[in-house]
């Protein structure tokens, strides 16, 4: 299929609509395998004070969740992505919006005049583009459902733009799977550049023309290193990343300001909370240079400084550090149980979450699946507050599809417990909604007490180095113990800190 094509004279005088010419410019990224050089179109190049894509509404917000893509990812031991080829590329225009993509090209004579072309397809960095290729892509899934529905239901719900994620349980399935999937977006004209697995796709024996590429040690999966031997998530934190640090060959130093340090906290991408003990203390830093009333490129003071110099330095330990990607074990006897834990501490609060499986040698094995930590607002409020928000975080984490025994939610907070366990309409209006939308997400039945001490979602309310991230990754010890076995609290909330928060009758 042809991305754009030339115009003839007589074309051009025979159109009567409107017309507009879009500049373009190369991108040189040499370290790019497939497309080392790319053309750029710029829709949004304002001429006169306008641009392309003034005169076109976004559209609709149709991404899946990239952690809900992520965690499927993550469900089962066959793991298999690909990347769906020039995505944009393959999905064609009305012929009367192809002359408001009009574009001038003469190689590299230019000595001539310019010929005229336009595109036939839908560019990126136009306004719609993303909303434009979501439906295309529905729409082949849907039109293949009724062939191959397993394929159909990948594409639609395990599809991050241009990126394919998903988890079987067999090989066998996974070959199925890919060669269905390949099936569909051809007739949608649609296809992939590659698939990649930890397992071996190829099948030599068999007639199926099947893209699949080699193996590689290390892939990015929606921008997270995965290694495919190991079956592992980890990170990749350069050196380069870390603001005015000495560099002796280089002799290059940069500025300290608001917008560079936040610029350098971006650039560790944490989708799935594993580092949230130690990201959050950049997050808590960032609000205190908030607070010191600094401009976006205002240099920072000599004590901040040094605190950002010894918080990068702990980031640098980052790199290398990983986790398992696979929830689900072979040899489990019945279905896992999902454990969340949830603290708060005056700065920060948050949840983390684990999947706890019984074995048949009766021994437990307990998997890191997620974890999120907010900052604790401006305002201050009371530790209970913070305690209930960090319960609602919680209760928004269990979003698993796989089929659980249970989900266990665990605080150290009696007080939350007491909330949990009363009548959402009966507190006050900061308590209440909040309550109701626990009780709404979760038992208060399934709701238990667990000491500061044994909590590793504490790490996460306060923050922590990345050689202190094994708590995280492993979560507590007696999680590997049977359920009878688990520490048991009689303590009971006391009613004045309870009653404080109740509305009063009138």
């Not at 960095?125 to 729409?139: H, N, T």
């Not at 592992?232 to 290059?252: A, H, N, W």
């Not at 834990?341 to 094995?365: H, K, N, P, Q, T």
Request: aromatic share 8%; with cysteine.
């Amino acid at each position: 299929m042809g991305f754009s094509r030339k115009l003839t004279d007589e074309e051009k005088k025979r159109h009567d609509g409107p017309v507009h010419y879009i500049g373009h410019h190369a991108v040189v990224r040499p370290e790019k395998k497939s497309t080392p050089v790319r053309i750029v179109f710029n829709s949004s190049a304002v001429f006169k004070g306008q641009c392309l894509n003034d005169y076109w509404f976004k559209g609709q917000d149709l991404l899946q969740s990239l952690f809900g893509v992520l965690l499927r990812f993550r469900e089962h031991r066959i793991a298999i992505c690909a990347d769906i080829s020039k995505m944009y590329h393959r999905v064609l225009i009305p012929e009367s919006d192809q002359h408001v993509h009009r574009y001038l090209w003469r190689g590299l004579d230019s000595e001539r005049e310019p010929d005229v072309y336009v595109k036939t397809v839908v560019t990126f960095g136009d306004k719609p583009a993303a909303a434009m290729a979501q439906i295309a892509l529905r729409r082949t899934a849907v039109e293949g459902e009724s062939q191959h529905s397993k394929a159909a239901e990948v594409l639609k719900r395990d599809t991050y733009m241009d990126d394919i994620c998903t988890s079987v349980r067999t090989t066998e399935e996974a070959k199925d799977l890919v060669k269905d999937v390949d099936e569909v977006l051809a007739e949608g004209g649609f296809k992939v550049k590659g698939w990649q697995s930890n397992e071996q796709l190829k099948d030599e024996t068999s007639q199926m023309k099947t893209n699949v590429l080699e193996s590689l040690s290390e892939e990015k999966v929606l921008e997270i290193v995965w290694n495919q031997n190991t079956d592992e998530f980890s990170y990749r934190v350069k050196r380069s990343m870390i603001p005015d640090l000495p560099d002796e060959q280089k002799g290059t130093t940069s500025k300290w300001t608001k917008r560079r340090i936040l610029s350098q906290i971006a650039k560790i991408f944490d989708p799935i909370g594993f580092a949230s003990a130690l990201l959050v203390k950049a997050t808590i830093g960032m609000q205190r240079l908030w607070q010191l009333g600094l401009d976006w490129d205002e240099e920072l003071p000599s004590r901040e400084k040094a605190e950002w110099v010894k918080l990068f330095r702990e980031m640098e330990n980052l790199d290398g550090v990983s986790f398992q990607r696979c929830l689900t074990l072979p040899g489990a006897m019945r279905r896992p149980t999902l454990c969340v834990f949830c603290d708060a501490s005056e700065e920060a609060f948050g949840a983390c979450v684990y999947i706890r499986w019984e074995l048949e040698d009766g021994s437990y094995d307990v998997r890191f699946v997620t974890a999120k930590s907010r900052v604790a607002p401006l305002k201050k409020l009371t530790l209970p507050r913070l305690e209930l928000q960090a319960a609602v975080v919680a209760v928004r984490l269990d979003e698993t599809t796989l089929e659980l025994r249970e989900t266990v939610f665990m605080t150290d907070s009696m007080i939350v417990l007491g909330w949990v366990r009363s009548q959402a309409r009966s507190f006050k209006p900061f308590v209440s909604p909040r309550v109701g939308e626990i009780q709404s997400k979760s038992n208060p039945q399934q709701w238990r007490h667990v000491s500061g001490a044994e909590n590793p979602a504490d790490d996460i309310s306060r923050g922590v180095t990345a050689e202190k991230l094994e708590r995280c990754r492993c979560g507590p010890q007696f999680l590997r113990s049977p359920e009878e076995e688990w520490p048991q609290s009689e303590m009971k909330p006391e009613n004045s800190s309870m009653d404080s928060e109740r509305r009063k009758v009138q």
